[in-house]
């Protein structure tokens, strides 16, 4: 009998240890993995850091700083960087992740860039517009000389007063048209056909995999654990249902305690030492970030955590109750 009791606790263990990474898998696929989850606040918050990011990356530009205010780059990059577009990016790309987690076959993922795309004409005519009215007209004949004004591309140092801004405005918009629609690709395209030239993302196609398979297989070993208690403790089953309520709530709690110890993960990788060409507000704006998106998945496993604590809690009192019962009424089997 003590060897039955002393398994009986091993497997109590062994089921809260599994516990964890199934609330972990669930809840990642859950959230990150579920294209509706991208209608939300995340991708409110996830646009807002990268036009954050994006625009403390450019300022630091000598040409943009010569030419732009921080105002004027926030401006632009808020008008045509528009938060429909990238929500409308993101979802394609979980919709496309999701399908190929599920088709074997399906060997890359093509995601359009068009709503990017569609607005580099008029992005390109306001960033001319800005630039040609910082260029001061030509006031002498020696000014025109020394800016040897033809304009082919590089930017004149004035501008003659006969020519006018409008004039130049026009070639440089569609000079940096051109510059934008080289930089800025129409799709994105991630190939997952298993060579040398994409193993990264090979493995990533694995990984989905991975994922895929364990969110069903996790549960099952849980529910083979369970069984398996059953049938070493075998009888009384008020012993069994107390040893089985024991096994969701030390799952539970060990699920709550991963989880906060997953929360803390982004304060104590990004630092000044792991990303040292980051200035110190960029640096807290990231791990702020990372700590909004790593959130969601603690939030689902705490609530799961609860949950498998509630109903563990549940299955020992009717354990104690029963067995409380049964010593009343012996007559009862048990």
């Known amino acids: 009998m003590k060897l039955r009791i002393a398994i009986a606790v091993l497997l109590v263990l062994i089921f809260g240890l599994i516990t964890v990474p199934t609330f ?4 990642f696929v859950k959230t990150y993995f579920n294209p509706s989850f991208y209608e939300g606040e995340v991708v409110e918050e996830s ?18 700083s010569e030419y732009f205010t921080e105002e004027e780059v926030e401006t632009l990059t808020r008008k045509y960087f528009q938060l429909e577009s990238f929500q409308e990016i993101v979802k394609d790309f979980v919709s496309q992740m999701n399908n190929l987690s599920e088709d074997r076959q399906k060997g890359e993922i093509d995601v359009s860039l068009m709503p990017l ?21 030509c006031e002498s004949e020696e000014e025109v000389i020394e800016a040897a004004f033809e304009f082919n591309g ?42 040398e030239e994409s193993e990264g993302t090979s493995e990533f196609k694995q990984l989905l995999y991975i994922f895929n398979y364990a969110q069903m ?16 403790i075998y009888k009384p089953y008020t012993r069994i249902m107390k040893f089985i309520g024991s096994g969701f709530i030390l799952g539970g709690v060990f699920a709550l305690v991963s989880g906060q110890l997953f929360s803390r993960i982004p304060g104590a990788v990004i630092t000044p030492q792991t990303f040292p060409e980051l200035i110190a507000a960029d640096l807290n704006k990231m791990a702020e970030f990372y700590s909004f998106l790593i959130q969601f998945i603690v939030d689902r496993i705490n ?12 299955v020992i009192l009717v354990g104690f109750y029963l067995s409380h019962y049964y010593e009343k009424h012996p007559h009862i089997s048990n």
């Open 24 to 27: 972990f898998v669930r809840s």
């Open 47 to 64: 646009h807002d850091y990268f036009l954050t990011f994006f625009q403390s990356q450019v300022k630091n530009d000598e040409f943009v």
């Open 117 to 137: 795309k569609q607005n580099i004409p008029d992005m390109a005519a306001d960033i001319s517009e800005i630039i040609v009215d910082k260029i001061p007209l």
């Open 154 to 195: 590089d930017l004149p140092s004035c501008i003659p007063e006969e020519i006018g801004k409008t004039q130049v405005e026009k070639p440089l918009a569609r000079e940096i048209e051109k510059n934008l629609n080289d930089s800025i690709p129409g799709e994105f395209k991630l190939n997952f056909e298993s060579d």
């Open 217 to 232: 297989i996790l549960p099952l070993f849980m529910l083979i654990v369970i069984l398996l208690m059953a049938l070493i």
């Open 303 to 314: 609530i799961y955590s609860i949950y498998f604590i509630g109903i563990g809690a549940l």
